[in-house]
Nanobody, 130 residues
Framework: VQLVESGGGLVQPGGSLILSCAVSGFTSENYVIGWFRQGPGKEREGVSCVTVEDGSTYFEDSVLGRFTISRDNDKNTVFLQMNSLKPEDTGVYYC????????????????????????WGKGTLVTISS
C-alpha cells in the first residue's frame, strides 16, 4: 500500500487549502483512511477520517465545521478541504490508513491512536501565516 500526499503550501489566515492523498495497493474497501497533523513542538494528532466502505466521516473538534473529508473511489484519492484556516492549523499533514477491524467498527479510534495506523504517507507541509 502506498499513500502519497500533495497540496500543502503557505496560506494566509482565513484562507483555504485542499490536500490530496493518492492511494494504491488496497484490494478491497475494508479500511479507514484519514489525516493526522503534527505542528511545531506538538505531538501528532488526528484530524479527520473516513470509512471507505460506507463513507462515514469523523473530525477532531477543533476542525469540525471548517474541514471536510471526501474520497473519489474512481481515482483512488482522498481529499481534505480546509477552510477558515488558522495559524494553529500549521503543521505537517500526513495521510494514514488501516484495515484494522477495530477501526472499521469504531472509526473514532482512528483519530486518537496514530500508533495503530498500518500505512503512512510522507507528509505535506501546511503553513498558515500572514
Amino acid at each position: 500500500v502506498q499513500l502519497v500526499e500533495s497540496g500543502g503550501g503557505l496560506v494566509q489566515p482565513g484562507g483555504s487549502l485542499i490536500l490530496s492523498c493518492a492511494v494504491s495497493g488496497f484490494t478491497s474497501e475494508n479500511y479507514v483512511i484519514g489525516w493526522f497533523r503534527q505542528g511545531p513542538g506538538k505531538e501528532r494528532e488526528g484530524v479527520s477520517c473516513v470509512t471507505v466502505e460506507d463513507g462515514s466521516t469523523y473530525f477532531e473538534d477543533s476542525v469540525l465545521g471548517r474541514f471536510t473529508i471526501s474520497r473519489d473511489n474512481d481515482k483512488n484519492t482522498v481529499f481534505l478541504q480546509m477552510n477558515s484556516l488558522k495559524p494553529e492549523d500549521t503543521g505537517v499533514y500526513y495521510c494514514a490508513a488501516t484495515p484494522g477491524p477495530e477501526y472499521r467498527d469504531f472509526p473514532q479510534l482512528f483519530l486518537t491512536t496514530p500508533d495503530g495506523m498500518d500505512y503512512w504517507g510522507k507528509g505535506t507541509l501546511v503553513t498558515i501565516s500572514s
